[in-house]
């Protein structure tokens, strides 16, 4: 068979891509259709801007959920095709079996993998990681960052100059260290992990504890559904079969270490600043009207910033949500490309780009579709976050 | 740029229509607008806030912002239309022909600015003068303005200067050009009363002496009475009367204008004997105003199909002076006609002692140095000084007093947001001056709970109606189940007269008035002995805030509270309040009942607040008094009495005591109390301030 043309390479990837293309089609008529009926969401269908941003972004997530399904990839990842080493983009497969796609579309590593499914698999990586590191950074920075705004004094000047130690630390050099073997063996990252990942317990049991005070009955109730569930979860999530932490009888499953530590590092050095923007809002918030008319009426203090403050809040902090997203991706590129966490052979687009880079003067192919997909993600998360911001200011 | 002489009307506006373009429809802000404003001539722009009075401002100003667009009629300005000029003639205009003053002094200068040079900038760029002479310039206005020390001033920051300097640097900037024409927009309403009576005079006195025309933007009848020739009242986008103030004031010609002065108490309302009347139902918004006439469903007048069949026009009133009303039926109505006072309420008989405060003190200290608190020297801040009083059950007690006079202070420490330095504090028979929130029990928290000023802050924006009010009584622990508190709910819902509705309604989708009954609901809850309203009505329209008043009083009738009502508005004041109380720097200066406070003899202050609050009434004739300089702080006060910075009787007290030594508190008749050193004698002499002409 005869090598693909550009055009037919670009008419094949845009087929590849039709589940991706119905979902967002669908997605933005039945958007657009109800849009006034949809809050803020609806409004981003006002502004070109935004519409951008979250077509790239949904993009990305439907081909990261679809490419999980193996509907969108043409081969295995990490299948290796004899005779496709650093083969250019549209060469045909040398002796295609029955049933299995013809060509490399991108064309080949110098591993012979394809990299056009390395990169739609990658998505999934991020997909999954980003956003879910990203919700535990800002349950860490709320669950700081309220009482340092609201109570202020010196609780907020000491959580305030611990926050700018960690963001004056250097974050390679941080992530280095907490993959260091030996510092691993020491159990660091995952004494870590046990601090971080008691925030989302914390902040969840004072929800729903400050909101059920007055009936004792119903609180304890709901505790008890939420937290018991979150605390198997968190038991689960640091207990680690062989390493420091091993007494936990229930362990249901288990994170790899490598990923634990992306998680640990990506919280780590995101929750400080998410730490500044919510003490800076509960500063603002505080000094309303309903916060003194619940403080009169007696509520608590932990109330008071959960339930009057937060949501109030929550405006600039959606925003800022979409644009750390984007640098958590940008975070895990980085991670990936120093090989940092993630497994030596995963598809994610940080490891693939670095791969890619040590043969950049001689095959221009392998590193570019990663770079360019990471690129495109961040871009639609900024241009989300603009328009959000935008729409959210006007009327 | 040289200015030509012009003898026509300086303003004329035709027939003007503005809209405003949202995504979803378009929104006539005004419509078919007319007024004119000869040279000298003081015109004022009244109506409730959404009224279109400052959206007229702004198209005078050409300044419509990228949403708003003139679609009919036109502005002319000394004979030529402002809508044909080009963006630089226009900024050839703006600032030196006409120039406008804003409601918030800080933010119209430029913080990081001295004041000098922004003054400068305006003779530099529009006449093209010397550095040299523009300063010369300044130094003239501001000494105009009546600023102490002018240099210094010039050479000061705008964040150095108090609110009322501040209005008046801005006041000073707009005049550097002498401008023909001079558009101040609520001008006075950031601003305390006695500053505000201040910079009133100063107005009136700099546009007679420059010759400035005026267009003044007020939602104050009695401000618009002390400053303008002739007046415009617009409803909802629309004038419906204009005319000369004493034509309009005296002899009104449209519906609207009637029931405004009715709602707002005047000397001689009474709450129980003659009460105000509240315009019935609410402003309509810009998209839902009804066929016809606008003002029509709130109308006593109103005739089906001939009042909503078409557009109403503006007709000349016969017999009076340029005098024109947006009312068909205007020549039938009796407009002489004693109105119909309502519902008539035997006083209420206040009951035993609630509330009693014994030398209430509270000192704030301020370390010098914020992060290590310890070390360094302290400043205290005496917010409160020996205050004391009883409230008994279902009386009305006002707080008066400008901001910083440490009212809020005393409500905080009242609340137990904060604790007393020293005195007591009687609920009943439970001391709780040293019990902080956290501390009380339920029943003490529920028993004395407040109503807050702003509308638009006191309720969360992001929790429905209902659930607040829900969340109150959960709080206070009433009610077993949730079937219950929500019964409860509702049953508050209707005391303050909402529509059930409301429970699922958001914030955001409330009027203010609206908003302020969720909030009195709120804080009866848990069956309130003691509601502190602090200035509950001050930020709503003059409709409505007769409406919650009234509310206010009638539920206060029903479950026999004690209403602390803390406020500045002396009219409110004297309409709803038994007893009064005046607080300067902390200090009570005056209490009494509300007939003794507001009859001489005063206190030197009570004097000064009397004079300084205008009242929209032709019939009343007051003395002027002028209070000079601002109120001190209250880190340093003045030494001897608080008030002697600023009193005009000081002189008629021997040996400097006032300097020397803080007055006593004397009982002058029975219940009145003042604390001042003015001998017996002379306080007998003084003169009422305000005198209702005899009718």
């Known amino acids: 068979m005869d090598p693909l043309s550009t055009s037919q390479i670009a008419l094949r990837i845009l087929a590849q891509f039709l589940p991706v293309w119905i979902a967002l089609v669908a997605l933005f008529v039945v958007s657009i259709r109800y849009k006034r009926r949809l809050g803020l969401y609806g409004k981003l269908f006002d502004s070109t801007i935004g519409m951008i941003g979250f077509g790239l972004v949904m993009f990305w997530v439907f081909t990261g959920v679809f490419g999980a399904m193996d509907l969108i990839v043409t081969h295995d990842p990490l299948a290796q095709l004899s005779g496709m080493k650093n083969k250019k983009p549209g060469t045909p497969l040398p002796s295609p079996e029955e049933g299995e796609y013809a060509w490399y579309l991108l064309g080949g590593d110098n591993l012979a993998r394809d990299v056009f499914s390395r990169m739609v698999k990658g998505a999934w990586i991020v997909v999954q990681i980003a956003p879910l590191a990203t919700l535990f950074a800002f349950m860490v920075g709320i669950t700081l960052g309220l009482p340092a705004g609201y109570y202020g004094g010196r609780l907020d000047t000491v959580l305030s100059f611990l926050a700018n130690l960690i963001l004056a630390f250097p974050v390679i050099l941080l992530f280095y260290l907490l993959v260091t073997p030996e510092i691993v063996a020491t159990g660091v990252p995952q004494y870590m992990a046990v601090v971080l990942f008691v925030f989302p317990l914390v902040f969840f049991g004072v929800l729903i504890h400050s909101r059920y005070r007055a009936q004792p009955q119903r609180n304890r109730t709901m505790l008890a559904v939420v937290l018991v569930p979150l605390f198997l979860a968190y038991m689960s999530l640091i207990n680690t079969p062989g390493s420091k932490i091993d007494f936990w009888p229930l362990d249901v499953f ?104 040590k043969l950049l003067s001689i095959y221009l192919h392998p590193a570019l579709p990663p770079a360019f997909a990471l690129l495109s993600l961040v871009l639609g998360l900024n241009l989300l976050a603009d328009g959000l911001r935008e729409e959210s200011l006007r009327d | 740029m040289v200015k030509e002489a012009y003898d026509g009307p300086i303003l004329e506006i035709d027939n003007l229509s503005i809209s405003f373009f949202t995504r979803l429809r378009e929104i006539p802000a005004v419509m078919d607008f007319s007024v004119s404003v000869m040279p000298g001539e003081a015109v004022g722009l009244v ?263 078409g557009d109403i026009p503006m007709e000349e009133v016969v017999g009076a002076d340029r005098h024109h009303s947006r009312c068909l039926r205007f020549s039938e109505i009796d407009w002489y006609a004693p109105f119909d006072a309502g519902e008539v309420h035997a006083p209420s008989v206040p009951g035993k002692v609630v509330l009693k405060v014994n030398a209430l003190k509270k000192h704030y200290e301020v370390a010098a140095n914020a992060l290590f608190g310890s070390s360094g020297a302290t400043r205290v801040v005496k917010a409160n000084e020996t205050i004391s009083f009883e409230a008994r059950e279902s009386e009305t007690l006002a707080i008066v007093g400008e901001s910083g006079c440490g009212k809020s202070t005393f409500a905080k420490v009242l609340m137990g947001l904060e604790t007393a330095t020293s005195g007591q504090i009687m609920l009943y028979d439970q001391d709780i001056e040293n019990t902080p929130i956290e501390m009380r029990n339920t029943d003490t928290v529920s028993s004395v709970q407040m109503v807050f000023q702003n509308p638009f802050d006191t309720l969360n924006p992001s929790m429905t109606v209902g659930r607040q009010i829900i969340r109150a009584l959960e709080i206070f622990r009433i009610g077993k189940t949730d079937a219950e508190r929500k019964e409860r709910m509702f049953r508050l819902l209707d005391l303050v007269k909402l529509p059930r509705e409301f429970a699922e309604r958001m914030p955001r989708q409330l009027s203010g008035g609206q908003k302020q009954r969720v909030g009195i609901a709120r804080a009866f809850a848990g069956g309130a ?108 006060p003045p030494p001897g009495c608080p008030f002697q910075t600023r009193c005009r009787w000081k002189a008629q007290v021997p040996d400097g005591l006032c300097e020397a030594e803080l007055p006593p508190v004397r009982e002058i008749a029975a219940g009145h109390q003042i604390k001042c050193h003015l001998s017996a004698e002379i306080l007998g002499r003084m003169e009422a301030v305000i005198k209702v002409a005899a009718e």
């Open chain 1, 254 to 357: 288990d994170v790899p270490g490598g990923i634990l530590v992306v998680f640990v590092s990506v919280v780590f050095v995101n929750a400080p600043t998410v730490f500044r923007i919510v003490r800076g809002l509960a500063m603002d918030i505080k000094t309303r009207d309903y916060v003194a008319a619940a403080q009169t009426r007696g509520e608590g203090p932990w109330y008071i910033m959960l339930w009057e403050i937060l949501p109030n809040a929550r405006g600039p902090l959606i925003v800022d949500f979409c644009l750390r997203i984007g640098y958590t991706t940008i975070l895990l590129g980085t991670l990936g490309f120093f090989g940092l966490g993630l497994p030596p052979e995963s598809p994610d687009w940080g490891s693939t780009i670095n791969e890619g880079r």
């Open chain 2, 47 to 309: 109506g409730e806030s959404g009224c279109g009075k400052s959206t007229v401002a702004l198209g005078v100003m050409q300044d419509l912002g990228k949403n708003g667009q003139i679609v009919g009629g036109s502005i002319k300005f000394k004979g030529r239309d402002l809508g044909q000029m080009s963006a630089a003639e226009l900024r050839d205009i703006r600032g030196s022909e006409i120039a406008m003053i804003y409601q918030e002094p800080m933010a119209s200068l430029n913080p990081a600015m001295k004041i000098g040079k922004q003054l400068m900038e305006v003779p530099m760029i529009h006449q093209g003068l010397g550095a040299a002479e523009a300063h010369a310039r300044a130094l003239q206005v501001v000494t105009d303005v009546k600023l102490p020390d002018p240099a210094r001033i010039l050479d000061s920051f705008p964040h150095q200067l108090s609110g009322g300097q501040q209005q008046r640097i801005v006041i000073a900037m707009a005049l550097m050009s002498e401008p023909s024409l001079l558009i101040l927009d609520e001008p006075t309403t950031a601003l305390d009363v006695t500053v505000e009576a201040a910079v009133v005079d100063l107005v009136k006195e700099l546009g007679a002496k420059y010759g400035t025309s005026m267009l003044f933007i007020s939602h104050n009848l009695g401000l618009v009475l002390e400053t303008c020739d002739r007046l415009c009242v617009m409803y909802s986008g629309e004038a419906v009367e204009t005319g000369s103030i004493k034509d309009v004031f005296d002899d009104m010609r449209h519906p609207y204008t009637q029931a405004l002065f009715r709602s707002i108490p005047l000397p001689g309302a009474d709450k129980s004997a003659r009460p105000l009347k509240a315009i019935p139902g609410n402003f309509p918004l810009p998209h839902e105003r009804p066929p016809g006439c606008n003002f029509g469903p709130r109308c006593t007048y109103f005739q089906a199909g001939r009042c909503d069949a």
């Open chain 2, 529 to 636: 002995k003691i509601v502190v309203a602090d200035e509950p009505v001050s930020a709503l329209d003059v409709s409505v805030q007769a409406a919650v008043t009234d509310l206010l009083m009638e539920i206060q009738r029903e479950e026999k509270t004690t209403l602390l009502f803390i406020s500045h508005d002396l009219s409110i004041v004297r309409y709803l309040s038994d007893r009064v109380m005046v607080m300067y720097l902390g200090h009570v200066v005056e209490m009494g009942a509300t007939d003794q406070v507001f009859a001489p003899p005063y206190h030197p202050y009570t004097e000064a607040l009397l004079s300084a609050v205008p009242i929209a009434d032709t019939s009343v004739e007051k003395e002027r008094i002028v209070l000079e300089g601002d109120i001190p702080s209250a880190m340093n």
